[in-house]
Each structure stands twice: as C-alpha cells, then as structure tokens.
C-alpha cells in the first residue's frame, strides 16, 4: 500500500461534495450505514489496526453506493461506556477534517462521500484513510490511548453488525429515560454541529435528548468531564423563567453566547415561540399545517409527500442550518418518549400526523387516548383527507386543544374566516333534508364542518334573516 498524504485540517470541515465530484457514496438514503464507537480494556485494543471486512476501495466501482460500517474499538485509563456516544459523535468532524471527505449525521443515519480529489491522490484502501483518522482522535481526544478501527463494506455483514448496533443504541437510550430535568442542577450544550449550522446552539437535558438521538444527558456529563473545553459543555440550570415553555435564562445566555447573538431566547420544549434551533443531523422534522391548527411528524426513513405536499428531504432544507425556524423544528427520536414533548402546545393532543414507521417506534410514549386519532400515510396523504380524518375521529384540534400539564385551552378549534354562500346553500339543503334534526356526526361526514364551524354558518343565516 502506498503512503498518501492526505489534507487535513478543520478548514475543511463543512466541505461538501456534489455528484458530479463523486468518488464512492457510503450509507446514506440509498444504502444501510452506521458507526459505532465501543469502549473496551487495553488489552482487547491493538492500536492503530484497520480490519477491512468486505469490498476494499480499489475493489468499489465509482460512481456507486455502497453499504457502510464503522466500529471503532477504544481504550484508555479514562474512558467509560458514557463517552462511547460522544467519541462516536466526534466522528463528525474528525472525519469532515479530511479534504475531500464529507461526513453527514450520525448512529444508523450517516451519509458519506468520498471526493474524486481521493482518488486522484492514490488513495486505494480504507486503511490509508482511517489510520490518519485514529491518530486524529488520539490528537483530539488525549484520553483515548488506544484505538482500532473495523470497516464493514460487505452488505450482509453491514446488516448483521448495524442489528447489534440498534441493540447498543436501544440500551443507552433507555438508560436516558429514568431521569427528569427537574432531578438535575446542570443541563449539557453541545456546539459540534457548527461546521455546518454556524448558529446552531444544541441544549441537552434528561427531558430533552440531543436532536441528532446520539447524545443523552448522561453522555453529555461524561463529555464535559474528560474534556471542558470541548464541544460538549455544561450549562447551570439555574430557576426556570416559564417551567412549562422550557425556558432557563441560563439557556438563553448559552444559545446568545454560542450564535454569536443571533439569538437571545431558546425555550426547550415548545415549537412555535423562541423554539431550539436546529442544525441538520436531525433524526425527525415536526411541521406545523395552519389548515387543521396541528403539527405532523415524519423521519428520515419516510420516502414520500406529507400531507402538506413536501417530503422530508425539501423540508430537511427549510428546517436545518442552525436556525429557529417558527414552523419547522428538527427533533431527536428521544425526544417523542419525553413527558416535555412540545408540552407548552399541547404535546401529543397537538399532533394530528405521523410517518407509519415513526408512530410505531414511538408509540409507548404516545398518550393512550391520542394513539387512534393521529393519522399516518394510510390514512391521510394530503390536507383534505387529514381534514376529514380529524373530523371523524374527533381530534382536540378540531374543537380546541386544553394542555395536559396545566389544563389551560390554548387553541379555538378550528373557524372558518369566511361564511361563503356556497356553505349557506349546503347547510340550507341539510337542514331541509333532515328537517331540522341536527346529528353532529353527519355535519361532520357530509359536510366536513366541526359543530363550531356549522354553528357560524347558521348564525350568518339567521343574520341574513334565512333562519330564525
């Protein structure tokens, strides 16, 4: 194998590689991918090793997409089981470090692309990559002693090594889930997302998991003690300004500080007033549909049109870049099991749409009585069908949505801004045929109108003097 010297430098963090300067594709929406980050004793590390199982680079045609798989085995006086999602996560921008290499999300979503500039210096195996890649690490990271490193290209190892990473990932998040923000002094930042999202200003709490589902609370910790000065940071909680929208002025001074001013407020668990900002690694997008007053969810893994007529990868582009976008908000799959999801806006009584995959992963953490009337992709594929759904099952939207946390009313129920005489006639030839005998339920069936809305087109009727 011959010596290749590669760039390396964070000026190329947030390099982007376009198709026509495609080398190799690996993972990504095309192909099954992972890494994994494993704490293990020194003895069980050999330093420096590069295991290639499958396909090496000389051997993958260019041009294609390929399944994909990192495993990298750690060691160190320091290291623990809760800094193995962090050294995971610095992956990231390790990786994005190498000219020509760009390197997108994380856990079982990432998205790889080696450049033709790799190519062109020589660059023929794996190993002359990811040796440059360990001594980063070791360079970064000083508590790491020992690294190796395992790549998986062929697919059927791909399948069966990413099945027992779900498993790993599966337990950390479940060890996340018994604790509360209200049983912590100190909350986690995490800014390692800024490459390529430079506002982009992450707050991890108990309640409320890292957007991109790699970090927890727990990892968080682990993070800031071995390395405070890094990308991962605490953040003193202090007394909270509104418990209920997730706001901490101690948040708000962190998220000015770390956007360079753009913003001054970020609330933790609303998404429509001063929401978390979200970068881009974002495991799932929430988006508000003004039509039903409701919020749908989808994931990465969802192909098609939303109700709203856009698929995640359009929506992907309007939510990211680190913005607070009132509308759109990248959440992390955690997230969905939090008694804080989106609390301030109802929670799980404000969600009217989920990707089928997504309700079925997160359905424990669904409100029992919410589970049959949020809607998916069989049920609804576009605003009019939603509309009807909702009618039909009586989501709260529909008459107006009382917050679970504190019993307040935050919403109307839906209105209509305009009496057109189209409705007058319908609701004239209804009360004619049924001779006056209301059934709200065949308001609803026949003439998609909620009770309130059928009541404002009788009282313009009886303002025209139709109806006494």
């Known amino acids: 194998m011959a010596d290749v010297k590669l760039d390396i430098s964070p000026m190329y963090e947030g390099e982007r590689i376009r198709k026509e300067d495609l080398w190799v594709e690996l993972g990504g929406p095309k192909a099954d991918g992972f890494e994994l980050s494993l704490a293990a004793s020194m003895d069980e590390v050999q330093d420096g090793k590069v295991t290639v199982i499958g396909p090496d680079l000389k051997d993958v045609k260019e041009g294609s997409t390929i399944p994909f798989g990192m495993i990298f085995k750690v060691a160190g006086e320091k290291i623990e089981k809760d800094l193995e999602s962090i050294i995971e996560r610095?992956?990231?921008?390790?990786?994005?470090?190498?000219?020509?290499?760009m390197h997108l999300n994380q856990r079982y979503d990432i998205w790889m692309r080696l450049g033709k500039s790799l190519q062109k210096k020589g660059v023929t195996s794996w190993e002359q990559i990811f040796k440059p890649v360990i001594e980063l690490y070791k360079a970064e990271m000083p508590f790491i002693e020992k690294m190796e490193v395992t790549i998986v290209t062929d697919p059927a190892k791909v399948k069966e090594e990413l099945a027992k990473a779900m498993e790993i990932y599966k337990a950390r998040d479940e060890r996340a889930k018994g604790l509360h923000d209200e049983e912590v002094d100190v909350f986690y930042g995490c800014t390692l997302c800024q490459a390529f999202a430079p506002t982009s200003a992450c707050v991890v709490t108990p309640d409320r998991?890292?957007?991109?589902?790699?970090?927890?609370?727990?990892?968080?910790?682990?993070?800031?003690?071995?390395?405070?000065?890094?990308?991962?940071?605490?953040?003193?909680?202090?007394?909270?300004?509104?418990?209920?929208?997730?706001?901490?002025?101690?948040?708000?001074?962190?998220?000015?500080?770390?956007?360079g001013g753009e913003y001054t407020v970020m609330k933790l668990y609303t998404f429509f007033d001063s929401p978390h900002t979200s970068c881009g690694c974002f495991e799932t997008i929430g988006f508000y549909m003004p039509e039903v007053d409701g919020i749908g969810v989808v994931d990465r893994d969802f192909k098609g049109a939303t109700p709203n007529g856009l698929p995640f990868s359009t929506m992907a582009g309007q939510t990211g870049g680190g913005k607070q976008v009132v509308g759109f908000l990248g959440m992390g799959i955690l997230y969905y099991l939090s008694p804080k999801f989106l609390q301030a806006d109802g929670g799980w009584r404000r969600i009217v749409w989920m990707s089928k995959n997504l309700k079925e992963r997160v359905k424990a953490g669904i409100d029992e009585d919410m589970i049959a009337k949020i809607a998916t992709e069989d049920d609804a594929k576009d605003i009019t069908a939603l509309k009807a759904f909702l009618l039909k099952v009586d989501h709260p939207v529909v008459n107006g949505v009382t917050r679970k946390v504190d019993g307040k009313k935050i919403t109307d129920g839906w209105k209509l801004e305009e009496v057109t005489d189209e409705l007058k006639e319908k609701v004239i030839a209804y009360i004619e045929k049924t001779g006056g005998d209301i059934n709200i339920d065949t308001v609803k069936s026949e003439l998609a109108l909620t009770e309130g809305q059928f009541m404002q087109v009788v009282e313009a009727l009886q303002a025209d003097g139709v109806l006494e």
């Open 209 to 259: 998991p890292s957007l991109c589902g790699a970090i927890t609370w727990f990892d968080g910790r682990a993070a800031a003690k071995v390395d405070p000065e890094g990308p991962q940071f605490a953040i003193e909680k202090g007394t909270p300004i509104d418990p209920i929208a997730g706001e901490y002025q101690s948040v708000n001074d962190m998220a000015a500080k770390r956007s």
């Open 90 to 101: 610095r992956n990231h921008a390790l990786l994005s470090y190498i000219s020509g290499l």
